[in-house]
């Protein structure tokens, strides 16, 4: 059998721990063996981030933006335990958070649905994408602890010294404030993105904010949204058959729980980062959700949701084979497969992204399964197998 050709590379970001471990499985079992796979190799693991002091992931990210599409694997985020553990020169940021500040990107989120695990939301039929807005609002806040009585005052200084002014409270005894802001240029940029994923998905967008209580800041939200849809997007949703929907967010929670899935909801930073969690225990496992980053010109870097699974790659190291969950990782090739496919307009390569996905959840629809879905799933007969021959019985299938 002649393997699926490839023309452009992926960029491929390689990670930590137990994904890591599954990374190089993936590969070698269900990709390799079909795809005359191309990719450029990053290696943003933790060892290789702290000896070029994480200059690798700063060189992905800007291969990512000339290549068009990434794949990466988990990677931890340092904390003290880890610069111990690691024997690290410095606290090393947040790869994500670096990658996603590069590609200026918004998150998409969705969960990858089996028969058999049924969501707790009965009606949900279809998966729900959620689009968190990653920049500003609650967390580049300034908040300060008012100690007695006092004014407490809004004050905007421009470069000629002018300023804008505005009484937030006359405090008689203690209280708290705190400041919030957000910049057109990134509320755009979030709209944009947004935009361009449902086109790419083809589903319709839902965005709601609580303009009608906040009438200048959550309300430049929806005209930002609505000027660039209106300027840039109308023709297109028409002609794909989507919409855009706009409304409040109580409104829009209790419509998500009512409707049948298969919408792209956009949220703010702080109602994403809520309904996000939501969502995702809603539909059983983190190891089934996938995740996204797109940037507003339309790169794309795909990833699993969950992290890099350290629980499991202890029991690994101590010689144990584990039944870790590989599916997000999965949905993270087999949709930077598809992009590139599309990109590139190679229809096997588009179909084969399609068969992966089908053979692997057709593996768990049939009872061979992962652990951590033991008991989420009710099919009958099912097995718990290791991720090895998981991965093998996908391949079976393909
Ligand atoms: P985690 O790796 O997501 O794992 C938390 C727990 O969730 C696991 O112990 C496991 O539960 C379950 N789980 C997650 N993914 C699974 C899978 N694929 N299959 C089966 N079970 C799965 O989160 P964490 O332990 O809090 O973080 C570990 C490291 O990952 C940290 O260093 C963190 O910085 C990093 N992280 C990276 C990313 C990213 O790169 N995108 C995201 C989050 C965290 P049981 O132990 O009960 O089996
Ligand atoms: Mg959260």
Redesign the pocket.
Known sequence: MSKIAMKTPLVEMD?D?MTRIIWKQIKDIIITPFVDLKTEYYDLGLPNRDATNDQVTIDSANRTKELGVAVKC????PNAQ?MTEYNLKEMWKS??GTIRAMLDGTVFRSPILVKGITPFVSCWKKPITIARHAYGDVYKNSEIRVEGAAKAELVVTYPDGTTDKKVIHEFAGPGVIQGLHNTDKSIAAFARACFTYALDIKQDLWFATKDTISKTYDHRFKDIFAEIFENEFKDKFEAAGIEYFYTLIDDVVARIMRSEGGILWACKNYDGDVMSDMLASACGS??MMTSVLVSPDGVYEY??????????YYKYLKGEATS???M?TIFAWSGALRKRAQMDGLPDLEDFADRLEKASIETIESGTI???LKNLIDVPGKTVVNTEDFLKAIAEKL
């Open positions: 990670g721990e988990a990677t931890i985020t880890r790869p994500n983190l190891a990833e699993a949701a969950h992290g890099t699974v350290t629980r499991h870790t969950n590989p997000a992962t652990g951590d």
